[in-house]
């Protein structure tokens, strides 16, 4: 059994400015976007130029803030937003859902690919391997502010963190998802799009991946406290993994199949 390492989650202090490790996360993980971008432009791998990748950059923070809020509101706590609707915007007390962040950047992929002539798959097969290195970015914010901690567990690495306030060892689940979400993904889907493709299997593949991984290390996490388990004992992580994973693998098979023909 581990003891949770008291990590202060203040990165910074300037006067009165507090930079927190997790908002730092987000900037890491843009900013790593945007190199990994660079150096697919340069490599010719898209023939979109450095500065649609930085309005791209742009447009996805605003996707991902305003997608993740409101993803959160809808899928997790609407009863208590509806009560107290102001709260939506208290973005400083937390809350943001990936399955609403991913929505809201596939929606301003959407109306940056119109706007360049292009289709959203195009779009989506530049993007998604830069992506989970991102993703693992964030997940190491949740470890270090002691968040989304896992479920109860014996297992030598189980790790008690002061924020459950029970005491008990828990499988540190956002270790698992950093590792899987990100950088098992990151090699997947980088290593399949190092090869011309049919255009939309990037996507799809970063689609499935991502669904599998989530789905699988929910089993280790803890539900959210307010909702429990849901439908057939899984949680809403799971709940809004299952259409990722089928809309990834329709998206590869009938790309699959156009290529073929």
Not at 13 to 22: A, C, E, L
Not at 64 to 86: E, M, N, Q, T, W
Not at 205 to 233: C, H, S
């Amino acid at each position: 059994m581990l003891q949770f390492p008291h990590i202060d989650p203040v990165a910074l202090q300037i006067g009165p400015i507090s930079v927190h490790w997790y908002g730092l996360m987000y900037l890491i993980g843009f900013a790593q976007v945007w190199l990994l971008g660079r150096w697919r432009i340069k490599q010719g791998k898209t023939d979109l130029s450095l500065r649609d990748l930085e309005d791209l950059i742009f447009y996805c923070v605003m996707g991902v803030v305003v997608g993740g809020r409101l993803g959160y509101v809808l899928f997790y706590k609407l009863s208590d937003y509806l009560a107290h609707p102001i709260e939506i915007f208290f973005l400083w007390q937390g809350g943001m859902s990936f399955h609403g962040g991913l929505i809201g950047v596939i929606i301003v992929l959407l109306l940056f690919a119109r706007k360049r002539n292009k289709t959203l798959l195009e779009v989506g097969d530049f993007i998604a391997p830069l992506i989970p290195l991102g993703l693992a970015a964030g997940r190491l914010g949740n470890f270090i502010n002691g968040e989304l901690w896992g479920r109860t567990s014996n297992l030598p690495w189980a790790m008690v963190f002061p924020q459950s306030g029970d005491g008990l060892a828990r499988h540190p689940s956002q270790l698992y998802e950093m590792g899987l979400e990100g950088f098992v993904l990151f090699a997947m889907v980088w290593w399949f799009a190092r090869k011309p493709r049919p255009i939309g299997q990037v996507s799809a593949l970063f689609l499935m991946g991502y669904g599998i991984f989530r789905f699988l290390v929910e089993f280790t996490r803890e539900p959210d406290q307010y909702l429990g388990l849901l439908t057939a004992g899984l949680s809403m992580g799971q709940l809004l993994s299952v259409p990722m994973i089928l809309i990834g693998l329709i998206i590869f098979v009938v790309t699959a199949r156009k290529s073929n023909h």
